[in-house]
């Protein structure tokens, strides 16, 4: 059969509640970020591996409660009174903040959106890979506010997680799979929702260069062709 064109079908991803299963590795992380009213001075940090689901959390999160979301890196230029009159803030990636070339007019900003969210009486989630003892800052006075700021931990995903990974991954891009493949593929994939988006990227893109479905057989060439596995 002759290879099909490989077209780049955009990919439909849910993020609301109704799309994130809640498992053993992240129930206590999702009880305490619904917890709002008792987040010890109105500020949390959820951390979890890459592709863990932290923005998921927090786009739930934020859906909720009209959050504004920004990324970490983008505090630089961005108007903190007006994020701060939101009240409700999410700030993604901030373990990122010692990666940028200078990145101590991102720490300044967070420093003073982490003050005047809380004289507002908002809440503030922020979302890292790491806990903050490990974030590097370089200022100290942001660095203690953050050290000092309750942890709720997304541990890597279970089989029920990775399961519900795979299937989510599938349904954002509409493809109908097997019943027995899913289980297969728990049983050797990589234990993160990074590898999850990968191993369905890959069939997906397999499937159309050959005009087959994806199967348990091209799961199996797929993961046959891989020296990690």
């Not at 942890?151 to 029920?160: F, L, R, S, T, Y």
């Not at 509409?174 to 990074?194: D, F, N």
């Amino acid at each position: 059969m002759a290879e099909q064109l490989i077209l780049d079908l955009p990919v439909r991803q849910a993020l609301g509640r109704e799309a994130f299963f809640v498992s053993p590795s992240n129930a206590i992380a999702l009880a305490t970020l619904d917890a709002v009213d008792g987040w010890p001075s109105g500020k949390l940090v959820l951390v979890g591996p890459k592709g863990a689901g932290k923005t998921h959390m927090a786009h739930v999160w934020a859906a909720e409660h009209q959050a504004v979301i920004v990324a970490a890196a983008e505090l630089e230029t961005a108007d903190i009174p007006a994020l701060a009159a939101r009240r409700f803030v999410v700030v993604e990636d901030a373990d990122r903040l010692s990666e940028l070339p200078d990145g101590k007019p991102a720490q300044d900003a967070l420093f003073h959106l982490h003050n005047l969210t809380l004289a507002e009486g908002g809440r503030l989630l922020v979302t890292a890979q790491r806990a903050p003892n490990h974030w590097r800052l370089d200022l100290p006075d942001l660095a203690s506010r953050m050290q000092g700021t309750t942890v709720a931990k997304i541990d890597p995903p279970d089989d029920m997680l990775l399961t519900a990974m795979l299937v989510k991954q599938f349904e954002d891009r509409q493809i109908a799979v097997p019943e027995t493949l899913i289980p297969w593929l728990v049983k050797r994939m990589e234990r993160s929702a990074a590898a999850a988006r990968d191993i369905v990227e890959r069939l997906d893109s397999e499937a159309l260069r050959l005009g087959k479905p994806i199967s348990r057989s091209l799961a199996g060439q797929i993961f046959a062709g891989d020296p990690d596995q």
